[in-house]
C-alpha cells in the first residue's frame, strides 16, 4: 500500500518537473498539496511520512474525524471546499492554515466575526468560477476584485492568491482559457496594490490538467485519486471539487 501511494506521488513529481523544464519553470515554485477526502487516515500518514505535508479537505466533518489521528505528525492543513457558515467555529479548532475557498463576503464577515472572537488570523485564497459553470462555486470573474477589496478591509484574513477548478474538458484550449483569466484577474489585483493582499499563489490543476496549469502560471496543483487511488465515494458527491 505504500509503495503504491509513493509510486504515485513519483509520477506526479515527474510530470510536476518535466511540464516545468518545457516552461521554464522552477518546480520548487510548486507547491503539491494531496486532497484527502474520503482518505482513511492511515494512507494520509504513508504521504506526511515521506515528507509530503501539505493536505486538504473538502468537508468540514472529515477533517474533524481525521484531525486526531492525523496530528502526531507534523503537517499543514488547507481547505478547499465549500464553507458554510455554521461550519467555521468546527473548522477554526482543527489547525486549518488556509481556506482557499473563499468566495462570498457573508462567509468572510462570518469568519472575520470569529477569527476577531478567538484572536486569531487566516490565510485565505479567492475562489473565482472562470468555468463560468452553475455547477461550481466560486466568485463571477467580473465580480472577482470586488470581492477582494471587500474581504482586504477584514484585517483578520490575509488574501495570498486566487483558487479555481478549471473545466473537466478533453479539449485543453477550453481548460487553458479557466487558467488564463485566473492569471490575468491575479495580475489585476497585484497591479491595484492593495494592503493586506498578496497574489502570491494561484491554486490551480489536478491531476488531469496539472501541465497546463503550470503552464498558466499555477503555485498550488491539487491531487487527491491520481495519487490515493480512486474513492469509494462517486465524484458527484464532491460535485465542486472533482480531481
Known amino acids: 500500500m505504500s509503495k503504491d501511494i509513493l509510486a504515485n506521488i513519483a509520477v506526479i513529481n515527474n510530470r510536476i518537473n518535466n511540464t516545468c523544464t518545457r516552461y521554464g519553470r522552477n518546480p520548487d515554485d510548486i507547491k503539491l498539496l494531496l486532497a484527502t477526502k474520503t482518505v482513511p487516515a492511515a494512507r494520509i500518514k504513508i504521504a506526511l511520512a515521506a515528507g509530503y505535508t501539505l493536505i486538504?479537505?473538502?468537508?468540514?466533518?472529515?477533517?474533524?474525524?481525521?484531525?486526531?489521528?492525523?496530528?502526531e505528525i507534523p503537517h499543514t492543513n488547507h481547505f478547499i471546499g465549500h464553507l458554510q457558515t455554521n461550519?467555521?467555529?468546527?473548522?477554526?479548532?482543527?489547525?486549518?492554515?488556509?481556506?482557499?475557498?473563499?468566495?462570498?463576503?457573508?462567509?468572510?464577515?462570518?469568519?472575520?466575526?470569529?477569527?476577531?472572537?478567538?484572536?486569531?488570523?487566516?490565510?485565505?485564497?479567492?475562489?473565482?468560477?472562470?468555468?463560468?459553470?452553475?455547477?461550481?462555486?466560486?466568485?463571477s470573474p467580473?465580480?472577482?476584485?470586488?470581492?477582494?477589496?471587500?474581504?482586504?478591509?477584514?484585517?483578520?484574513?490575509?488574501?495570498?492568491?486566487?483558487?479555481?477548478?478549471?473545466?473537466?474538458?478533453?479539449?485543453?484550449?477550453?481548460?487553458?482559457?479557466c487558467f488564463r483569466l485566473?492569471?490575468?484577474?491575479?495580475?489585476?489585483?497585484?497591479?491595484?496594490?492593495?494592503?493586506?493582499?498578496?497574489?502570491?499563489?494561484?491554486?490551480?490543476?489536478?491531476?488531469?490538467?496539472?501541465?497546463?496549469?503550470?503552464?498558466?502560471?499555477a503555485t498550488i496543483i491539487r491531487v487527491g485519486t491520481a495519487i490515493f487511488g480512486e474513492r469509494p465515494t462517486p465524484d458527484s458527491y464532491y460535485w465542486n471539487e472533482c480531481n
Open 87 to 139: 461550519k467555521i467555529k468546527d473548522l477554526l479548532k482543527h489547525d486549518v492554515s488556509c481556506i482557499q475557498s473563499l468566495d462570498r463576503l457573508d462567509l468572510a464577515e462570518k469568519l472575520h466575526q470569529r477569527l476577531q472572537f478567538e484572536n486569531k488570523t487566516m490565510d485565505v485564497l479567492i475562489q473565482v468560477n472562470t468555468s463560468f459553470e452553475e455547477s461550481k462555486f466560486g466568485v
Open 56 to 71: 486538504a479537505e473538502n468537508k468540514v466533518q472529515e477533517l474533524k474525524e481525521k484531525h486526531e489521528m492525523l496530528r
Open 182 to 217: 485566473l492569471r490575468d484577474i491575479r495580475q489585476q489585483v497585484a497591479r491595484l496594490q492593495i494592503e493586506g493582499v498578496y497574489m502570491q499563489e494561484l491554486s490551480m490543476g489536478m491531476s488531469g490538467d496539472l501541465e497546463i496549469a503550470i503552464a498558466e502560471g
Open 142 to 177: 467580473d465580480k472577482a476584485i470586488d470581492l477582494v477589496k471587500q474581504v482586504a478591509r477584514l484585517d483578520t484574513l490575509t488574501i495570498k492568491g486566487l483558487m479555481t477548478i478549471g473545466m473537466l474538458s478533453a479539449e485543453g484550449e477550453k481548460v487553458r482559457k
